[in-house]
């Protein structure tokens, strides 16, 4: 496999933020996560919501990854790590769909395929909130 990434335009919508802390027991994947997060105009990131199943996925805890999305994003594999930065910044910057499908270094030396979508949501402020899922 290579690690491949696809970006499609779409637009924001106006609608309210899904509340994920409300809905959370329909959306426990047994080997997935889904997630929130989004990215301020001035270009910090954070999460908003990130499911249980990340620590199955990755071998990060939740509470990890909300004090310090880089915990996250560092653990893509050396050879895919620009590949999904590009893809990361593309879909920001354009407000369009995010795909990527990399390799994930665990904290035990393991290495895992995952797959990631989210699609965007303007928010009034000028934020950019990303409601998505990652898969094995």
């Not at 893809?87 to 270094?105: D, L, M, P, T, Y």
């Amino acid at each position: 496999r290579t690690p491949r990434a696809t970006a499609q335009h779409c637009r924001p919508e106006d609608r309210p933020v899904t509340d994920f802390a409300a809905t959370r027991k329909l959306f426990q994947l047994p080997d997935g996560v889904i997630y929130q997060m989004e990215r301020a105009p001035d270009g910090r990131g954070s999460f908003r919501y990130i499911s249980a199943g990340v620590e199955r996925l990755w071998g990060v805890s939740a509470e990890a990854i909300y004090a310090n999305p880089e915990v996250l994003w560092s653990q893509y594999h050396p050879d895919d790590r620009l590949a999904f930065e590009r893809a990361a910044r593309h879909a920001f910057e354009g407000r369009s769909r995010f795909e990527f499908e990399g390799r994930i270094c665990l904290p035990d030396g393991g290495v895992r395929w995952s797959y990631s979508a989210s699609t965007p949501q303007l928010l009034p402020d000028g934020t950019v909130l990303r409601s998505g899922m990652c898969l094995p």
